[in-house]
Each structure stands twice: as structure tokens, then as C-alpha cells.
């Protein structure tokens, strides 16, 4: 089992910038490939970022390249999302993931954190 506890949401201006965290727990984080994915109210849960166990690999959603940056410090046992020049439309509940093997699916994800809002207003 893995325990995952995301923070640093929060309410920001667009433009603006804020990082989130997940932290692990319960198993080996470096054995695991890392997600971070988002639901907006209404719409379906989407994939934003991913990064592989040794952070060689990762992998961005169109609409975030370049604005967001997903990076980890397996001996903090913590994944980042830098998320930078934020628009209104990136407005949902941010959800961190975890498998063996990195993937953009998120029907691939064995474990997930319980999420943290961002809101950002125009």
C-alpha cells in the first residue's frame, strides 16, 4: 500500500504560480512512477503530468507544457507540480498518483491522494 497526501492549493490570480506536493508513504517511493492528474467541477478527471521512478521520463499534457513543471526528491519521498502562469481554466481538484510503471492513463493508477483545490480567478 501507499499513502499519498497532496498540499499546496490554493486561490491565486491568473498568471500567478503555485506549487503543489505529495508526499508518500507505506512503500519504497522510489518504485513508483508518479501522476499528477486534475478534475474540474462537472468534467471528468484528466492527466496533467507524469514523471518516471528515476524522473529519466516524463510527460505533460498539451495544455500545461511549458507552464507547469513536474520534478521529485526520492529521498524526501515527495513529487512537485510547479505550476506557473496559471489560467482560469486551471481551476480543479489536483490529484497525485501512483504505479509501477510510468503512464498518461489514469485508469492505470493503482493509489491516489484525497486531492487539494486550486482555484484561479480572472
Known amino acids: 500500500q501507499v499513502q499519498l497526501v497532496e498540499s499546496g492549493g490554493g486561490l491565486v490570480q491568473a498568471g500567478g504560480s503555485l506549487r503543489l506536493s505529495c508526499v508518500a508513504s507505506?512503500?519504497?517511493?522510489?518504485?513508483?512512477?508518479m501522476g499528477w492528474f486534475r478534475q474540474a467541477s462537472g468534467k471528468e478527471r484528466e492527466f496533467v503530468a507524469a514523471?518516471?521512478?528515476?524522473?529519466?521520463?516524463?510527460y505533460y499534457r498539451d495544455s500545461v507544457q511549458g507552464r507547469f513543471t513536474i520534478s521529485r526528491d526520492n529521498a524526501k519521498n515527495t513529487v512537485y507540480l510547479q505550476m506557473n502562469s496559471l489560467q482560469p481554466e486551471d481551476t480543479a481538484v489536483y490529484y497525485c498518483a501512483a504505479r509501477l510503471a510510468v503512464s498518461t492513463n489514469l485508469y492505470d493508477y493503482e493509489y491516489w491522494g484525497q486531492g487539494t483545490q486550486v482555484t484561479v480567478s480572472s
Open positions: 507505506g512503500r519504497t517511493f522510489s518504485s513508483y512512477a
Open positions: 514523471i518516471s521512478r528515476s524522473g529519466g521520463s516524463i
